[in-house]
């Protein structure tokens, strides 16, 4: 069980109660854009000390800083009921059939113009959309909303140009290189060069069951029995450059990070510059974040949940020594060949590690920042996405 759903409360015990708890932090998050054990708390810091200690983040305790993203819950039943479940410690399934759901719902406040803050500058990017996917390199990204694919410049500091605006009902999926755009519309590949101009790729088709992976600038497709890596960034023509490689389709994993099972062994992928490289990864692995050759990694080890940081360098893997407290998108930036710095979203700020030895070097305070919040590194600063609102930060000079 993910440890922002365990009910610390009664020992983190797994039990009908327990799946009440559960429930009730996924619909308390779906109307308040908020965990209700987040915020800062002067002496409790995580979530277990704060479900131990009954400080949901609508407790009236004036060492408890609220994040900017919470937006209270104004239907005074439902209210009450979250009162009983976190403060009282009272287990029980609730509806909201009976309650008047227009009251409940809220819309996440839209942050419209820039705003300073301390040694920072936040400028919205999109507010109030329903967000699918995002991703951002160092030059180039995109974010999928329910209507439209939406593909921006990142190559100035401190502002993103929009550069496209894709109809999302006319492709499935995007994906990006360091300069090319690939979309895909049912197993038909095509390279996008502008509104006017979008090419078919002719010399490769998908199959219906194929596995689609980006690692950067490769695209990884998996099928029964072959895994093909698709150059984005090398379209000729109508035809991209791929390579083809023998291998057991069912052994790859990819519902919670690219995985792949074989002979007992599990390996991971990565972009190591003109191909794709994988290494042996001796854990139990649950869920998996990677980011270039960075990982998090959440795996099990004499019935705990361990959440670390792994770097794959000249070939070796290596981990965190110490436990990460929540499982995180975060952002990284290469600084060398293979080392640089970790964008770790925390509640109020965002940590910064080094990777040599995953120490914390420094921080950035933001308020608008939370645990839950996705962090993207480019050319024009960092990208927070939460909820319904993405921004980008940078700092001021």
Not at 188 to 204: G, P, Q, S
Not at 354 to 379: G, H, M, P, Q, V
């Amino acid at each position: 069980m993910l440890e922002e759903i365990r009910d610390y409360l009664y020992n983190g015990i797994v039990n009908k109660n327990s799946d009440f708890f559960a429930l009730s932090v996924i619909v308390f998050y779906m109307f308040t854009f908020t965990h209700p054990f987040k915020g800062i708390h002067r002496k409790f810091k995580g979530l277990k000390d704060r479900m131990i200690n009954k400080l949901p983040v609508f407790a009236n305790n004036p060492d408890l800083k609220i994040p900017r993203c919470y937006i209270p819950i104004s239907n005074n039943s439902l209210a009450n009921d979250f009162k009983k479940l976190y403060i009282d410690g009272e287990r029980f399934i609730f509806s909201v059939e009976s309650k008047n759901l227009k009251q409940i719902i809220n819309q996440p406040v839209a942050i419209q113009n820039k705003i300073t803050e301390k040694n920072i500058i936040i400028t919205p990017v999109l507010n109030n959309s329903k967000i699918i996917d995002i991703y951002f390199n160092n030059e180039l990204g995109f974010i999928k909303t329910q209507a439209e694919f939406l593909v921006y410049s990142a190559k100035n500091r401190g502002y993103l140009s929009k550069i496209h605006v894709i109809n999302s009902n006319d492709y499935d999926d995007i994906f990006i290189g360091n300069e090319n755009i690939l979309l895909r519309k049912n197993n038909i590949l095509f390279h996008f060069k502008n509104e006017r101009e979008v090419v078919e790729i002719k010399n490769f088709k998908l199959s219906n069951k194929a596995i689609i992976v980006t690692k950067e600038n490769i695209l990884i497709v998996i099928e029964e029995d072959k895994m093909f890596w698709l150059f984005i960034d090398e379209i000729y023509n109508n035809s991209i450059k791929n390579q083809r490689y023998e291998v057991f389709g069912k052994g790859f994993n990819h519902n919670s990070g690219f995985v792949q099972n074989s002979g007992g062994k599990r390996r991971v992928f990565h972009n190591s510059g003109n191909n794709i490289s994988n290494i042996k990864i001796d854990k139990n692995i649950k869920y998996l974040y990677q980011n270039k050759n960075m990982g998090l990694i959440q795996y099990v080890e004499n019935k705990l949940i361990i959440n670390k940081y792994f770097i794959i360098r000249n070939n070796q893997i290596m981990f965190s020594q110490e436990n990460v407290e929540t499982f995180t998108n975060f952002a990284f930036l290469k600084t060398s060949k293979e080392d640089g710095l970790i964008f770790e979203a925390a509640n109020g700020e965002i940590k910064i590690l080094r990777t040599n030895d995953f120490k914390e070097t420094s921080k950035i305070e933001c308020s608008y920042i939370s645990a839950e919040t996705s962090l993207n590194y480019c050319k024009s600063g960092i990208i927070a996405h939460e909820n319904q609102t993405v921004l980008l930060i940078n700092s001021r000079q």
